[in-house]
């Protein structure tokens, strides 16, 4: 469970073109005060570490952040920030070793491969980028290497840019950056679709030219990639939450807490500017409908990756309604089919072309129609033991 604490919720000093997160802004709903007790109390009920997030986090000043991290190092031992990097000074440097703060940073590239994330002009944009690029350099060079967020649309990943797309990445590796995580574009709407969104098929070529040069850029490990093959051989005890069967409701994996110490979802499920009220009990009705509604009509029935798949992130649902599957779905197809002819040529085990199957998926819609999401592990081990 990752607990996203936004004590400013939405607001942020740069205006990513893509961001989930527009939708709220522009319907007014952004936050202008907190109150440090009612956070930290919301964060001990839950009892885990928290990453602190936005909106921009590094827009609060660095006193109050500095008693939100003393407090979760005391508590925790440990800390996490997601940010865009931008606004780093050394004394938030300082904060990031005293109270072991782990950095992720989002920069979909160098230069004019970032312009999406957006400052106001050309200048200032470029000027940003050009900080978050130095802020990547500083942290690494201070043995505090962050992880990186890089999100894929038609200003970095085309077919033309992605050799410059891997120069960087291999850059990125030589400064000893070790985590990239990837990120389909998430789209909230037609303009941004139509500027920025990459068709299946550029999208899936970008996914598997990087898959094949993950060799280039050792040590970054592509966590996309990794989370694919181990979900093929049954396993889903790294996956990310896109894997693992999200009600949009609760989002078990991304607590939020904001600013005032309630309780939200993860923002990708937050459509229209509408931030719903977080559901008490978790409920598998998506998943259950996927599985028996044919792809014609938003579903996914018949679909041999689906125990592993499970329509991806609600979040990406087509037309933004979570009870379709992804709209990304023959992207998603294109890579297991990948990773499974790679497996397969390497004599392992895959679920999708397995006997067990069938039973795998069976045991997860039982447990879903009883309001449980046992894991793909749980599941396959549950199917291979009654063997
Ligand atoms: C909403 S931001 C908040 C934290 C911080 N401001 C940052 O930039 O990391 C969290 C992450 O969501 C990503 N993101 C925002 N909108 C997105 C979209 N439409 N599709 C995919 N990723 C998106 C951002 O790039 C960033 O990595
Ligand atoms: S909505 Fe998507 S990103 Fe958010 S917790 Fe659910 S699966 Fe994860
Ligand atoms: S690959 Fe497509 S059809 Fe298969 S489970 Fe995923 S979203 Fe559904």
């Excluded at 000093?13 to 522009?26: T, W």
């Excluded at 002009?121 to 980028?129: G, Q, S």
């Excluded at 891997?166 to 389909?184: E, P, Q, T």
């Excluded at 549950?382 to 063997?387: I, R």
Aim: charged share 25%.
């Amino acid at each position: 469970m990752t607990v996203e604490v936004r004590p400013l919720g939405v607001k942020c000093n740069i205006q990513c073109q893509y961001c989930y997160q527009n939708p709220q802004r522009d319907a007014g709903a952004v936050l202008h005060r907190y109150d440090l007790d009612m956070i930290k109390k919301a964060i001990a009920g839950l009892g885990v570490p928290f990453s602190v997030f936005g909106g921009e986090p590094l827009l609060m000043p660095v006193d109050d952040l500095e008693a939100l991290w003393s407090w979760g190092f005391d508590r925790f031992g440990r800390n996490s920030l997601q940010t865009n990097g931008t606004l780093i000074t050394n004394r938030h440097l300082d904060l990031f070793k005293r109270y072991n703060v782990r950095v992720g940073i989002s920069i979909d590239g160098p230069g004019a491969f970032n312009d999406i994330r957006w400052a106001g002009t050309e200048r200032l944009t470029r000027a940003a980028t050009a900080k978050t690029e130095a802020a990547i350099g500083r942290l690494c060079d201070s043995g505090l290497t962050p992880g990186l967020i890089v999100t894929l649309h038609r200003n970095n990943a085309t077919a033309d840019k992605m050799d410059a797309l891997l120069d960087w990445l291999k850059k990125l590796a030589l400064l000893g950056i070790r985590s990239v995580r990837l990120h389909l574009l998430e789209v909230e709407d037609s303009e941004i679709r139509d500027r920025y969104r990459l068709t299946d098929t550029e999208n899936t070529a970008a996914l598997l030219f990087l898959a094949s040069h993950v060799n280039d850029i050792r040590p970054i490990r592509l966590s996309m990639f990794e989370d694919i093959k181990r979900l093929l051989q049954g396993n889903d005890q790294k996956a990310s939450c896109v894997w693992k069967g999200c009600d949009p409701y609760t989002t078990r994996a991304v607590q939020g807490i904001d600013g005032n110490g309630q309780r939200s979802n993860c923002g990708r499920t937050n459509k229209d500017g509408i931030d719903f009220v977080k559901g008490d009990q978790a409920g598998y009705e998506r998943y259950l409908a996927l599985y028996h509604t044919p792809r014609a009509f938003g579903g996914c029935s018949g679909c041999r990756f689906f125990a592993m798949c499970k329509g991806q992130c609600p979040g990406t649902a087509i037309d933004g309604d979570w009870r379709n599957r992804t709209e990304y779905c023959d992207v998603w197809t294109s890579i297991f089919e990948h990773f499974e002819a790679e497996l397969q040529r390497a004599n392992r085990w895959v679920l999708s072309r397995s006997e067990q199957r069938l039973k795998v998926e069976a045991t997860l819609v039982d447990a879903w129609a009883r309001g449980r999401n046992p894991s793909l592990t749980e599941a396959t081990r549950e199917v291979t033991a009654s063997q």
